[in-house]
């Protein structure tokens, strides 16, 4: 079975300093998506990010990158210059089991609760 | 990305009531749509996969008769949560396949039950 951990449960970091939150994944399929996800206090996911298993070509957006490892199973999120609306609940996700019709199941980790501090 | 809406976004209701929640894909044909509950701090869980046309995928320990799932065309879902009771009190959230492999999902609704 897959099972995702994000071992922070709460950082605070401020403005303008740069943040890592970490995603330690495991999972038995040599084929899988990892995503990574933005809470905001409203509620909605907001999808930021898929990677899948045989890229791990590392990915920079902006203020965001991300650092993939197949050989650590982490699937480690760096914000740059951090600013207070980066301020959320970070889920790291995996995605492996076919659930039809072309969808698969995603597996969250508990997050991550990060607080920017003007 | 797919982008999806969800109805209401809040609900209050009184214990013993039935509450339906829609969650439609606005510019997405989704052939499958998920339902998931969140409690406060923490993280996603699934409830089911809802298939277009067909019965509903039940995770363990998810009462099907008590969280009827209603897939009835490309666009809409709707989640029905019957004799509701205060520990049905959580946030629900759908989301949308919007490819093979990335879910979008719905802003969510919050149900308080009395």
């Known amino acids: 079975a897959q099972k995702v951990t994000q071992a922070q449960t709460e950082i605070s970091v401020v403005e303008k300093e740069d943040v890592t939150l970490d995603c330690v994944y495991e999972t038995r399929d040599t084929t899988y998506y990892l995503f990574w996800y933005k809470q905001p206090p409203s509620g909605e996911l907001v999808f930021l990010i898929r990677r899948n298993s045989f890229d791990e070509q590392n990915e920079i957006s902006g203020r965001y990158s991300w650092n993939f490892q197949k050989s650590t199973s982490s699937f480690n999120f760096t914000i740059t210059a951090s600013q207070v609306v980066d301020s959320a609940v970070y889920f790291c996700a995996l995605s492996e089991a076919y659930s039809g019709a072309g969808s698969y199941q995603l597996t969250f980790g508990k997050g991550t609760k990060l607080s920017v501090i003007p | 990305g797919a982008v999806v809406s969800q109805h209401p976004s809040r609900v209050i209701c009184k214990s013993g009531t039935s509450v339906k929640i829609e969650c439609r894909s606005l510019d997405f044909q989704a052939t499958t749509m998920f339902w998931y509950r969140q409690f406060p701090k923490q993280s996603l869980m699934l409830m089911a996969t809802s298939n277009e046309g067909s019965k509903a995928t039940y995770e363990q320990g998810v009462e099907k008769d008590k969280f009827l799932i209603n897939h009835a065309s490309l666009t809409l879902s709707t989640l029905t949560v019957t004799s509701a009771h205060p520990e049905d009190s959580s946030f629900y959230i759908c989301?949308?396949?919007?490819?093979?492999?990335?879910?979008?999902f719905g802003p969510g609704t919050r149900l308080t039950v009395l």
């Open positions: 989301s949308v396949s919007g490819g093979f492999d990335t879910q979008y």
